[in-house]
């Protein structure tokens, strides 16, 4: 497929699309405070054997300057607009942290289209600690990047300041408090587990090892309210795994992909 440089998807706003590869459509929703150059190191990997689709959740990357969603079902609605522009009947879903939470509630409400599902590091029950920092961004701007990284990333990959540290550092700093204050707010109150029981599309389960928000055991308590659900601990790990490591993730999305969907 050619590359889809923008898209309008709705609210008078559009967003850049990428589109590589082809075959089964996979369409990869990224994290908060993110953007879909998240995605860059398994975007070829993943290509290599389908059509890879990323673009930008309103308010970040080429999205900015869209208006702030007010809920998740915004998020939800602007992915089944991107599907219907692109001509796209049914997919599989890849989303991490945030983006995973948007995953989730749309292959619940749009069962038809999903054609199989990877949740990676991320959660369907609140995390209420981060309301108060919602408030804290609000109050006082980006929160102390340092502190922030240590949990993303291992200690190594700090020290050496690698391209994923210097990328996720520039996020934060750069992220508008009108956008991340209000879906982080949304992670806080974060209730998707009668989501989860009514999906009906085979789902791989992905947790990382040193995730402090989505740890393994609340990964394998999500595995656990699906219907059809493979559960996988990439152990050594963290939160960024996409950044960290995405010929090992995308390694694991392929050998669960298609045949998994197939039962």
Do not use: N
Not at 83 to 92: C, P, V
Not at 147 to 157: G, H, M, N
């Amino acid at each position: 497929m050619v590359a889809v440089d923008r898209l309008r998807i709705g609210d008078g706003y559009a967003t850049g699309v990428r589109d590589e590869g082809a075959g089964e459509p996979y369409v990869l929703v990224h994290g908060t405070p993110l953007d879909q150059r998240s995605w860059d190191g398994m975007v070829p990997l993943l290509a290599a054997g389908a059509r890879v689709i990323t673009y930008d959740l309103r308010g970040h990357g080429t999205a900015a300057d869209a208006p702030p969603a007010r809920t998740c079902d915004d998020f939800v609605d602007d992915l089944t607009r991107l599907l219907d522009l692109m001509g796209i009947e049914q997919a599989h879903l890849l989303g991490h942290s945030f983006g995973g939470q948007i995953a989730q509630l749309f292959a619940a409400r749009r069962a038809e289209r999903t054609r199989g599902l990877v949740l990676l590091c991320t959660r369907a029950t609140p995390f209420p600690a981060f309301a108060d920092a919602a408030s804290a961004l609000e109050k006082d701007g980006p929160p102390d990047s340092a502190a922030v990284l240590a949990r993303w990333f291992p200690p190594d990959a700090i020290k050496a300041d690698t391209e994923p540290v210097r990328y996720a550092r520039s996020c934060l700093l750069e992220a508008d408090p009108a956008v991340s204050a209000p879906e982080l707010r949304m992670i806080a109150g974060f209730e998707g587990r009668d989501a989860l029981r009514a999906i009906t599309a085979p789902t791989s389960v992905i947790a990382a090892e040193h995730d402090h928000v989505a740890a393994p055991e609340v990964m394998k308590d999500m595995a656990g309210l699906l219907r059809a659900a493979r559960f996988h601990l990439l152990e050594g790990s963290y939160h960024l795994a996409p950044l960290l490591e995405p010929g090992r993730v995308a390694a694991l999305v392929r050998e669960e992909g298609p045949a998994h969907a197939r039962g």
